[in-house]
């Protein structure tokens, strides 16, 4: 017989086995010696007293066998010779996509700016040691995308939307430890995941797909309202009847180049702001009630909302543990993100802080609406590359309590941002709409997180890809763009999604529309 229980423990009592088995059995009423396998299906932390608390839930057994077989490994067909579909980026939406290509019985052809993980690892290196950005391999390009070396967090709001258990089973078959499937926060780690993305490469190319790095899109191949493919720098040439689009926020020279077509975009709200660095000593006496952390509990996080004016002020991609990272995509700009590895041991906690941008907020929308919202992000970025001295990727920053009572920082407090921080006065030069509704949401916040507003805080400037500021378009039952026959635009950079889960839907969701209509050929 097979049994469901939920428990309330302590941190030591959930962090074994022998310790809440025993719990389960007397809330069952049997003997422990009676449980034959047990395996939890939920975990999640309940700090809300200074009584902390993990919230457990078991699936137990008492059959002598224990449970069956897990099922079977997912196995991918043989897809060498079928219809070929084309996805241009790599990303979470991108490589779902061609997995359920190949599941459906398509040919994925994958293009991707950037290179491989591996190598693309060694381009972060050199961006972090030594300034030197390349615009194709980043943390924004490349083979895994934005969120390969940034975070891997892998909760969504989405589920309305397809079937998140699913992409998280697909990434534990993938090398992901099982702790996705049951944390109620789950989290691969940066570390980590540019492992899964490897293999999630080697199932793609097993079953017949095709993957080509360092291949930017320079041109759409489109006749009588129908896409044929696409032309890549150095003159390649694409073809298949349908191409889905996931090439992500940050490629902004896509969205240029579909406005120069005539194929529409339209401008959406959007978010920017700053990403907040404390101690992660600081944040968890703040969230577990002053006690130590001890070795029972992680790391603490926090998730903090607003309204100030009108527009929502609220924190965003929260790294305990983690490190502040140069998010830019080119020379010349300052883009700051963050990141945390799977131990998420860093001395350090941070998360982005942002201001809602709606349109009209954006200067010179009456002339270029489309691309409003792009110009407003780039022109800020360039800003913050001033504002840091001119130098690589050096980040303008000021003191959170400064920043709050709009004065100089006179000095900084240490961060995990390894390319350096210049003192900058934030509050002068970001624009009054993200400076005054950002003051007014950290006092919030200090109201409600006592020690929150500390002089061991440091902003750094820009958080600001966010999400795509612009939209392309799409038919709700065919997922097609308007215009184009066969051309459906894909994940964060189509503005359908916000992260590596929801990305990994929407990827999928594009796949399924586009197999039907190439098999139906």
């Given at each position: 017989m097979h049994q469901r229980?939920?428990?309330?423990?302590?941190?030591?009592?959930?962090?074994?086995?022998?310790?809440?088995?025993?719990?389960?059995?007397?809330k069952l009423g049997i003997a422990p010696g009676e449980i034959t396998a047990v395996r939890i299906t939920r975990r999640s932390i309940d700090a809300r007293s200074r009584r902390i608390r993990v919230n457990l839930e078991l699936e137990v057994s008492t059959d002598p066998a224990g449970f069956a077989p897990a099922a079977t490994q997912l196995t991918y067909p043989d897809v060498h010779g079928k219809p070929p579909v084309l996805?241009?980026?790599?990303?979470?939406?991108?490589?779902?996509?061609?997995?359920?290509?190949?599941?459906?019985?398509?040919?994925?052809?994958i293009i991707e700016r950037g290179r491989e993980v591996k190598t693309r690892r060694k381009d972060i290196a050199r961006l972090l040691r030594r300034h030197a950005l390349d615009p194709d391999s980043n943390y924004g390009f490349g083979e895994g995308g934005a969120g390969a070396f940034s975070d891997g967090k892998l909760y969504t709001r989405s589920h309305k939307r397809g079937d998140a258990r699913r992409i998280l089973t697909i990434l534990h078959h993938h090398?992901?430890?099982?702790?996705?499937l049951f944390e109620a926060q789950p989290h691969i780690g940066s570390n980590k995941l540019p492992g899964v993305i490897q293999n999630i490469r080697g199932s793609i190319l097993a079953a017949g797909g095709e993957?080509?790095?360092?291949t930017p899109l320079t041109e759409f191949i489109i006749s009588a309202g129908k896409i044929q493919g696409v032309r890549t720098r150095g003159g390649g040439t694409f073809k298949a009847a349908a191409?889905?689009?996931?090439?992500?926020?940050?490629?902004?020279?896509?969205?240029?180049?579909?406005?120069?077509?005539?194929?529409?975009?339209?401008?959406?709200?959007?978010?920017?702001?700053?990403?907040l660095e404390h101690p992660q000593t600081l944040i968890d006496r703040i969230q577990y009630h002053g006690q130590p952390r001890g070795v029972?509990?992680?790391?603490?996080?926090?998730?903090?909302?607003?309204?100030?004016d009108g527009r929502g002020v609220y924190s965003f991609c929260m790294c305990p543990g983690g490190f502040i990272i140069p998010a830019a995509t080119r020379p010349g700009e300052v883009v700051v993100n963050g990141m945390s590895f799977a131990k998420r041991n860093s001395p350090f906690a941070n998360a982005g802080v942002v201001v809602e941008i709606r349109l009209a907020d954006l200067p010179g929308l009456d002339a270029a609406p489309e691309l409003a919202g792009l110009h407003y992000q780039a022109?800020?970025?360039?800003?913050?590359f001033r504002q840091g001295g001119r130098q690589g990727q050096t980040a303008p920053a000021q003191r959170l309590t400064d920043?709050?009572?709009?004065?100089?920082?006179?000095?900084?407090p240490p961060s995990s941002y390894l390319p350096g921080v210049a003192s900058s006065p934030l509050h002068d030069w970001l624009p009054a709409p993200i400076t005054t509704r950002l003051q007014q949401g950290f006092r919030v916040f200090g109201r409600h997180l006592k020690g929150f507003l500390s002089r061991e805080a440091v902003l750094l400037a820009v958080e600001s890809r966010t999400s795509s500021p612009v939209r392309i378009p799409r038919r709700p039952d065919t997922l097609e763009h308007p215009q184009i026959q066969g051309f459906y635009p894909c994940g964060e950079g189509a503005g359908y999604a916000g992260g590596i889960v929801s990305s990994a839907i929407d990827g999928e969701r594009c796949a399924e529309k586009a197999a039907a209509a190439v098999n139906r050929t």
């Open positions: 229980v939920a428990l309330t423990t302590t941190p030591r009592e959930a962090a074994a086995q022998s310790l809440y088995l025993p719990i389960a059995a007397r996805v241009v980026g790599a990303g979470p939406a991108g490589l779902f996509a061609a997995l359920r290509l190949v599941e459906l019985g398509c040919r994925p052809i090398g992901a430890a099982a702790e996705i993957i080509h790095f360092e191409t889905i689009m996931a090439t992500g926020h940050s490629a902004r020279d896509i969205y240029h180049r579909l406005h120069r077509s005539g194929i529409a975009i339209t401008p959406k709200a959007f978010a920017m702001g700053v990403r029972y509990l992680p790391p603490a996080t926090y998730r903090l909302v607003t309204q100030v022109g800020l970025e360039r800003e913050a920043f709050v009572a709009g004065r100089y920082s006179s000095d900084l």
